[in-house]
């Protein structure tokens, strides 16, 4: 049964729910689809249903007639959904669309997954800051400016330098991607202590990586998945989405580079390319892109921007931190993997 033949068929064909599962399981995108029109006719039924009780006409009380017109409201209800509708199906896909939870035309694709990168994903991470922690958040940001590099405007110099009382592994994370994240930075504009931070809180500095099926590293830092223009190799992770509140276990496929320096030349490109993150490239400072990144979309959670200037102040660009702030940001970023788009070990 085609999807086409769902919707306007006869209201009563039980044959109706098996083909919408077969076509799940062929075209889960088509079926979504085809699943929201038969909800606008449901709400479509119940509309003429109302209408009828609240109008009823005289000798047409009995229950034979009751009957005849619940059939008939059914099947128009279905005819009604299966042209233009009242539109609501459309707004349902439209919302499921931009869930991620269906897949678009590629234009929409484009503009709206920016070919890989999750837009609004919500990420539940963890909101306590740290006792001591100090850092600005806010419109407070603007008023602590960190001087742009000669090389890069948008680039803060202290992105390479860990601060000596940050914990070993953030030094050793620090000191190996610094060159890949400087090379991300000339790509994208965004500045490159930012995307060191955005690869430290996505992965738990490197240690809760994506891994491919044999247990390979995928060198994904930024939980990019492979979209429908992604014509390179794939890992397929258990993942846990976050939509309406409620924890989702779903798989999901994610873009497999050769390399760290690979990966963040992908994201920098993308990040580029995208008109949607505009004000982060364009941001004055090191924390005002932190926080435009927020709001831009990349992130859900509304402490996003804050806790990345957080990381970057434990990778050492204020010296207020202390050795248990920075041992704490660790910790809280380690047990943030596996919220919104991320690989669950």
Do not use: C
């Not at 998945?225 to 846990?240: C, E, I, R």
């Amino acid at each position: 049964m085609s999807a086409e033949s769902l919707t306007s068929g006869f209201a009563l064909d039980q044959s109706g729910m098996a083909g919408l599962k077969r076509l799940a399981k062929a075209d889960p995108s088509k079926a979504a689809g085809e699943a929201t029109k038969q909800f606008e006719a449901m709400f479509i039924q119940q509309i003429l249903r109302s209408a009828r009780s609240a109008n009823p006409e005289a000798g047409e009380t009995s229950e034979q007639m009751q009957v005849y017109h619940d059939l008939y409201d059914q099947q128009m209800a279905q005819h009604l959904a299966s042209g233009k509708g009242f539109g609501l199906a459309k707004q349902i896909q439209a919302q499921m669309k931009a869930r991620g939870l269906i897949d678009g035309d590629k234009a929409e694709y484009q503009e709206n997954l920016i070919a890989g990168i999750p837009v609004a994903k919500p990420r539940r991470l963890t909101n306590a800051l740290p006792t001591g922690y100090r850092a600005t958040v806010g419109a407070e940001a603007d008023e602590h400016p960190v001087a742009p590099s000669k090389q890069n405007p948008f680039a803060v110099a202290s992105a390479a330098t860990p601060s000596a009382i940050a914990p070993a592994h953030v030094k050793s994370f620090v000191n190996r991607m610094s060159a890949s994240a400087e090379k991300a930075s000339q790509i994208s504009g965004v500045p490159s202590q930012v995307i060191l931070a955005q690869a430290a809180l996505e992965t738990g500095w490197g240690r809760h990586q994506i891994r491919t099926s044999g247990g390979g590293e995928s060198f994904n830092l930024f939980g990019i998945k492979a979209g429908d223009h992604w014509k390179g190799k794939t890992a397929s992770v258990v993942t846990t989405e976050y939509v309406d509140g409620e924890a989702v276990r779903t798989v999901e496929k994610f873009r497999a580079y050769s390399s760290y320096e690979e990966a963040f030349s992908d994201y920098g490109r993308l990040i580029a390319e995208s008109p949607r993150y505009a004000r982060v490239v364009n941001a004055p400072n090191a924390q005002a892109a932190a926080y435009a990144l927020q709001t831009s979309g990349y992130a859900t959670d509304p402490a996003y921007g804050r806790k990345l200037v957080a990381v970057m102040d434990t990778m050492g660009s204020d010296k207020s931190t202390t050795v248990a702030s920075a041992a704490s940001w660790s910790r809280a970023i380690e047990s943030s993997v596996g919220a919104g788009s991320k690989a669950v070990d």
